[in-house]
T-cell receptor, first 111, second 114 residues
Framework: GENVEQHPSTLSVQEGDSAVIKCTYS??????FPWYKQELGKRPQLIID?????GEKKDQRIAVTLNKTAKHFSLHITETQPEDSAVYFC??????????FGPGTRLSVLP | EAGVVQSPRYKIIEKKQPVAFWCNPI?????LYWYLQNLGQGPELLIR????????DSQLPKDRFSAERLKGVDSTLKIQPAELGDSAVYLC????????????FGPGTRLTVT
């Protein structure tokens, strides 16, 4: 079955700097890759996603890149702000099967 | 559009007692998921429904956990009897279908077993 690894487990950046979180997956049948942001005590919120027919997707300060050959995808946050502090989860979804989540990255944006 | 609704938000029970969680998915969403989330970890699937059919319950501890989704809309997850190790957040999520579409989470039920 699918296995998703995520690095780093914790990340601290200065406000205004960029943050990058990387995930790898094992199942070449995975074709949908969402990213979720979870603030303390709240629900995971879908912030951006990418499908396997696309290499990059951008939404304001957030971007996701996908390398199907290497089976890895990354979340990029530019001009980080304190409100970006949260736990971020990546996931991989083989079509018609279950989502598999990474273990999460705790991002701290220092003022 | 209303999001995924769950109740209760918090539940404290003594071990060996039963407990039930309720989920109402986004209107029109055929696929419903129940996840368990331990502190500091990613969600782990318990069961997935396509309409009223449980298509994957391989990770559901069936000796004490049960779930149902009557009429393919609302769903209930039950634990009987609860154990100390069941303390976690139970998340419900839904998607339009299980093949391609985005998955949205409810606020979760935080269960504490004492």
């Amino acid at each position: 079955g699918e296995n998703v690894e995520q690095h780093p487990s914790t990340l601290s950046v200065q406000e205004g700097d960029s943050a990058v979180i990387k995930c790898t997956y094992s199942d070449s049948a995975s074709n949908y890759f969402p990213w979720y942001k979870q603030e303390l005590g709240k629900r995971p919120q879908l912030i951006i996603d990418i499908r396997s027919n696309v290499g990059e997707k951008k939404d304001q300060r957030i971007a996701v890149t996908l390398n199907k050959t290497a089976k890895h995808f990354s979340l990029h946050i530019t001009e980080t702000q304190p409100e970006d502090s949260a736990v971020y989860f990546c996931a991989a979804h083989p079509q018609g099967q279950n989502f598999v989540f990474g273990p999460g990255t705790r991002l701290s944006v220092l003022p | 559009e209303a999001g995924v609704v769950q109740s209760p938000r918090y539940k404290i029970i003594e071990k060996k007692q039963p407990v039930a969680f309720w989920c109402n998915p986004i209107s029109g969403h055929n696929t419903l998921y129940w996840y368990l989330q331990n502190l500091g970890q990613g969600p782990e699937l318990l069961i997935r429904y396509e309409n009223e059919e449980a298509v994957d319950d391989s990770q559901l501890p069936k000796d004490r956990f049960s779930a149902e989704r009557l009429k393919g809309v609302d769903s209930t997850l039950k634990i009987q009897p609860a154990e100390l190790g069941d303390s976690a957040v139970y998340l419900c999520a839904s998607s339009l279908d299980g093949a391609r579409s985005e998955q949205y989470f409810g606020p979760g039920t935080r269960l504490t077993v004492t």
